[in-house]
């Protein structure tokens, strides 16, 4: 009972300015959760940046600002919400993601990044400042530096109420300290959102503007970091879609865990499904490889996957390249020496 009565405590105590402060506030852009056609998955909308993330949430509004907080943080409840397709009761959450920016395999993943609007480039986080952020409705909270990332699962961000269904909610605070460490400059981070029995979203970018002009600096500051932090499908960060990259899938199909190079799905596992996903972006930019795959049914799946695992058991992966029931048709790769087997 304390401890509930000290969260609700510390929850109005960041409404009062916030409520005090509309006009810093305001609606802005937010985070639109959406579902596919299918009903089975969640997407986010917004802003279409090149990049490692499709979309990216950039909030221009003059409004959308720090203010000075109790506790000694800066507080912002921008982005807020619109969450449509699901229902009523639904468990949502948001999950930070990290990446290794582009240049080496042997960057430190990134939780927090940020772009110094004076030198106009990505560095690293001043001070290595810390993020939080915690649910407006006392359901929890998350924090994390550069590199040092959250607690795995995110932060709940509500159990939708029939109400919050296509309306614009603020349902989350993001706060940094409020001290001289705290630079001026863009923050940003990679999330998806999940809800239990639907697919996690692809990540989206979210940027967070600390004392620059609001009309131009966040939409610089995020181009930037979506830049820096590669492509999908980029397995050895070298900022290409290269044959590289299959010779780093290889190597590590079958894998599980955190972090893992040619997890691009963000499944904690190096699978016939990151494979996939390479070759969705390297065909087009190379028509002519001897690489193809069709459609795949559940059956053909289960059954690569189990030729995958299998193959890796007895150390010979490279015959996977061989499997072809119309999933994987790699044929005769001897004349491509651009995709080393």
Request: glycine share 10%; net charge negative; hydrophobic share 45%.
């Amino acid at each position: 009972m304390k401890s509930l009565i000290h969260s609700a405590f510390r929850v109005f105590s960041r409404l009062l300015p916030v409520l005090l402060a509309s006009a810093a506030f305001g609606h802005g852009t937010p985070i639109t959760v959406e579902l596919d056609a299918s009903q089975t998955a969640l997407v986010v909308t917004g802003t279409s940046l090149p990049g490692f993330a499709n979309t990216a949430v950039i909030n221009t509004d003059e409004e959308a600002y720090f203010i000075s907080g109790p506790g000694g943080v800066l507080l912002t409840d921008l982005p807020g919400f619109d969450i449509s397709g699901l229902a009523a009761g639904s468990a949502v959450r948001l999950e930070p993601v990290a990446r290794r920016p582009v240049g080496s395999m042997t960057n430190s993943p990134r939780w927090l990044w940020y772009w110094d609007s004076v030198l106009n480039q990505v560095t690293s986080v001043p001070n290595d400042v810390r993020l939080t952020m915690e649910s407006t409705r006392a359901l929890g909270s998350i924090s994390f530096t550069e590199e040092v990332g959250p607690a795995p699962g995110g932060v709940l961000v509500a159990n939708l109420l029939a109400g919050d269904l296509g309306q614009h909610r603020h349902l989350m605070y993001y706060e940094l300290p409020d001290t001289a460490a705290t630079a001026a400059g863009i923050y940003g981070f990679f999330a998806r959102m999940t809800s239990p029995g639907k697919t996690p979203s692809n990540p989206f970018l979210v940027v967070l503007n600390k004392d620059l002009d609001p009309s131009t600096a966040p939409a610089l500051g995020a181009a930037a970091i979506n830049l820096a932090a590669g492509l999908v499908g980029d397995y050895n960060y070298n900022g290409a879609i290269d044959a590289a990259d299959f010779t780093v899938w290889r190597d590590s199909v079958g894998q599980t865990g955190a972090q893992l190079h040619a997890d691009g799905d963000l499944s904690s596992a190096v699978t016939v499904a990151d494979l996939i996903l390479w070759q969705s972006r390297y065909l087009p930019q190379n028509p002519t490889a001897g690489v193809s795959i069709s459609e795949p049914t559940a059956t053909m799946l289960l059954w690569l996957s189990i030729c995958v695992f299998g193959l890796v058991w007895v150390g010979n992966l490279n015959q996977i390249l061989k499997i072809s029931f119309g999933l994987v048709q790699l044929g005769s790769l001897a004349g491509k020496p651009d995709l080393p087997v």
